[in-house]
């Protein structure tokens, strides 16, 4: 696993930080923009230092930086390292990731005061584009080193993506329901629209003051997609497909 290894830097810890009294989780699919926000909500030092701390590769590793044992007690090394000094920690998850502590109601009961943000793409086929990206060069973030230098376009694995991202989105949407905790619903294209606005709006459903300057005056990230590809991509996934005989011939050739 191409672990992010930024993340574990003693430089984001956060000195004698609180328990923590109220819990963001961004509620995420795979390139739905979700480093992008969480960078820029880490960048306000007001409301936690969100990252998928539960992501399995991710988790072993600070299992071993903390010297903790289990799931459970490595969260509780997390929160005492990332919680802001007004009680506030955050964490991104993709719904998969909800496993390592028994799916999503276990999940969100395992945190204090859970407020959630449900981050969606509204131009899914480009998600799943970029998903399938990232799935060859190991890259997720634009600071990872890549794993493949180059990637070839495959039909079948950007309807894969496509599934797994509708069913990640409809997934959390019936746990978020069900919890009937406080949450919103934020469009990635609209976050990049207004950056600003969005962390007033996830601040206010905290319930933190968010003064002008600790906003960050501009994404943390960069954008990693490349136009022209993801253009060529959208026209040939698009491209009609024959049905009947001379479509299950078309399916098997490779990457349709």
Not at 44 to 69: F, I, R
Not at 174 to 187: C, D, K, M, N, Y
Request: proline letters at 8%.
């Amino acid at each position: 696993m191409n672990l992010y290894q930024p993340q574990f830097a003693p430089a984001l810890d956060i000195a004698d930080a609180p328990p923590p009294r109220t819990t963001l989780v961004i509620a995420s699919t795979p390139r739905c923009g979700s480093h992008m926000l969480g960078h820029a909500i880490a960048a306000t030092h007001l409301m936690g230092v969100p990252y998928e701390y539960c992501n399995p590769a991710n988790l072993a590793e600070w299992q071993t930086h903390l010297k903790s044992d289990g799931t459970p007690a490595t969260l509780q090394g997390i929160m005492q390292r990332r919680t802001t000094p007004n009680g506030i920690f955050s964490i991104k998850a993709h719904y998969s990731q909800t496993d390592t502590l028994g799916g999503p109601t276990a999940f969100l009961a395992a945190f204090p005061d859970v407020r959630i943000v449900h981050l969606r793409r509204a131009d899914v086929l480009r998600q799943a584009i970029s998903f399938a990206i990232a799935l060859q060069t190991g890259v997720w973030i634009s600071e990872q080193e890549p794993i493949a230098e180059t990637v070839r376009y495959d039909g079948r694995m950007i309807a894969a993506c496509l599934r797994d991202i509708a069913l990640q989105n409809a997934s959390w949407t019936t746990a978020i329901h069900a919890s009937a905790r406080p949450s919103i619903v934020l469009e990635y294209e609209a976050v990049c629209q207004d950056l600003l606005g969005t962390l007033r709006r996830i601040a206010g459903l905290l319930g933190v003051e968010l003064p002008d300057d600790a906003l960050p005056a501009a994404a943390v990230t960069r954008p990693q997609s490349v136009t022209g590809r993801t253009e060529d991509w959208i026209a040939r996934f698009a491209r009609p497909r024959p049905s009947g005989v001379l479509g299950a011939l078309h399916r098997m050739l490779p990457g349709q």
